[in-house]
Structure formats: structure tokens, C-alpha cells
Nanobody, 122 residues
Framework: QAQLVESGGGAVQAGGSLRLSCVAS????????WSWFRQGPRNEREFVAR????????TYADALEGRSTVSRDNAKNTVYLQLNSLKSEDTGIYLC???????????????WGQGTQVTVSQ
């Protein structure tokens, strides 16, 4: 059974850092692109970053470029998201997703995790 499980979220003060992890199992492991999205209070999903399975080509949302790094370890079936210089507006549920297409379109992703909460206080 395909599954994505996130971890690493928590509560930090503005300016702090967190490293999120997402472990894939089943068919989710074979997807071409793994992405991170964040979900706000109105349940809208905003693209954060993504990385391809082959070549590790990464793409970032403008709001987090320069403050985040996405990476993956194919041997461990894990993708990471390093978040630095966190701001209060970065607060949300961070979701891992896996799909076949290199896109930020949420509809293109086949597998989703349950998410991990990130809370940034002033």
C-alpha cells in the first residue's frame, strides 16, 4: 500500500529552523516528483518546493526561495525540507506529495501524506 509519512514539524520562534522528513512506501516510492505543500487555515494548499527522483532537479516557491532546501535520499525513500529563517506566515500544515509530473499543480499528485504542523511565533 502506497503511503507518505511526514515528520519533523513543531513550534519555533521566528528566525528559527526546522527539518521536515517524508518517508515513502509502496508505489509512492517510484513516483518521479516529490513535493512539499503547505495548508493554511482555510485549507488552501500552497506549493512550497519539489524535487525530481532522477537528477534531483529542485523548484521552489518564491516565498521560500533562499530560505528552504529540498533534498531526497532515494536509498531511504525519503525527501527532506530544510526551513530556515522562519516567519509567522510560514505557519501551516506541511504536506508531502508524490506524482509523475514536474509541476506545482496539486491535482497532478497521486499520493499525499497526512501532514506535519509547523507553528512559528513572533
Amino acid at each position: 500500500q502506497a503511503q507518505l509519512v511526514e515528520s519533523g514539524g513543531g513550534a519555533v520562534q521566528a528566525g528559527g529552523s526546522l527539518r521536515l522528513s517524508c518517508v515513502a512506501s509502496g508505489r509512492a516510492r517510484d513516483m518521479y516528483v516529490w513535493s512539499w505543500f503547505r495548508q493554511g487555515p482555510r485549507n488552501e494548499r500552497e506549493f512550497v518546493a519539489r524535487i525530481t527522483r532522477i537528477g534531483s532537479r529542485s523548484t521552489y516557491a518564491d516565498a521560500l526561495e533562499g530560505r528552504s532546501t529540498v533534498s531526497r535520499d532515494n536509498a531511504k525513500n525519503t525527501v527532506y525540507l530544510q526551513l530556515n529563517s522562519l516567519k509567522s506566515e510560514d505557519t501551516g500544515i506541511y504536506l508531502c506529495a508524490a506524482g509523475l509530473h514536474d509541476t506545482s499543480n496539486t491535482g497532478a499528485y497521486t499520493y499525499w501524506g497526512q501532514g506535519t504542523q509547523v507553528t512559528v511565533s513572533q
